[in-house]
């Protein structure tokens, strides 16, 4: 490599560019990683002869601990470069907030959705002998097009007792993804009880894993845009048709857009209510073992009020511990 790309590439690192650069990669990990896990539980035993008995439930266990396990290792892959979003809804809510400038939201969820669209198009190239035996192995044997169970190891669906409506998922997909995005700000929330030694991309995987095993029957817990329309396009390329784009299915009809609108409004409901409730509060209440807020023109620390030696107080001493606190963690 000569200097000049070199330099190049360094400047390349250096800007937005780099940011996207690393969000494309952690979504794409998400992604090969959680629909991997997807294509294992649906097409992969079965097929393998590793599997002597049908897993039933248990193979939910195997997708909500993938699904965990990919956010978190995303996570640690892209978080000191990007921040990690990997999630359109997780970067509107930190623009909503204010703590995520407004000029980066569209780059972030273009290079979110491409990431997700590679990772999907590397699950389908590993899997594609599995999924044609899953295929040919149906009684009759069926395509791509007519194949819902291939089609969910890359996007979701809502469940039976739904029906054709839409509140039912659009719902669950709200719900979910407050959840996520208001405990990733707890997570995260160095006035809270944030985790410490680098375990909060971790402890968010734990969370996906939770919301798996308690809403993801509902409507597969897309709780990410990107997670769901990145696949979705593959998959409608790829043969899948109608299932994909509207999103049609024996029970649904036009579902494609539900995944996307229903975790960007979650994402900013989460935020809200963890800010309205827990933030604000952490933001005015002292930190464990602060000194009490000095009165009004009383030096912190001076028992008769003089202050330094030069009679003059700096902003720093004059700053409450807690507020320097909650400074740092804007």
Request: proline share 7%; with cysteine; net charge neutral.
């Amino acid at each position: 490599m000569t200097e000049r790309t070199s330099g190049a590439w360094t400047r390349l690192r250096q800007t937005t560019a780099g940011e996207l650069l690393a969000e494309f990669i952690g979504t794409a990990i998400l992604i090969i990683l959680g629909c991997g896990s997807v294509a294992v539980a649906v097409a992969g035993l079965p097929g393998s002869g590793r599997q002597t008995a049908d897993f039933g439930p248990a193979n939910w266990l195997i997708i909500a601990w993938g699904w965990g396990l990919a956010v978190a290792l995303a996570v640690y892959v892209a978080g000191g470069v990007s921040g990690a979003h990997i999630n359109p809804a997780v970067t509107l809510a930190w623009a909503i907030r204010r703590k995520f400038p407004w000029a980066k939201v569209l780059p972030y969820w273009a290079a979110q959705v491409v990431g997700a669209f590679a990772g999907a198009a590397v699950v389908l190239a590993v899997y594609h002998d599995a999924i044609n035996a899953f295929l040919a192995a149906q009684n009759p044997p069926t395509g791509r097009s007519g194949s819902l169970s291939t089609f969910s190891i890359f996007a979701t669906f809502p469940a039976k007792y739904f029906g054709n409506g839409i509140w039912g998922p659009l719902v669950d997909q709200i719900v979910g993804t407050a959840i996520l995005v208001a405990i990733i700000a707890a997570i995260i929330d160095a006035r809270n009880q944030a985790p410490a030694a680098n375990l909060a991309p971790f402890v968010v995987g734990l969370v996906v894993v939770a919301i798996g095993l308690t809403y993801g029957t509902n409507a597969g817990y897309a709780i990410n845009p990107a997670r769901d329309l990145g696949p979705r396009l593959l998959t409608y390329i790829a043969g899948w048709g109608s299932k994909a784009f509207p999103g049609n299915g024996d029970w649904f009809s036009g579902y494609w857009w539900i995944p996307i609108v229903g975790p960007l409004v979650g994402g900013v409901v989460g935020v809200l209510v963890y800010d309205l409730f827990i933030g604000n509060v952490l933001a005015v209440r002292p930190a464990p073992g602060a000194e009490p807020t000095p009165e009004p023109g009383r030096v912190p620390g001076s028992a008769d009020g003089a202050g330094r030696g030069d009679g003059a107080a700096s902003e720093s001493d004059a700053l409450p511990e807690a507020g320097r606190q909650a400074q740092r963690s804007e």
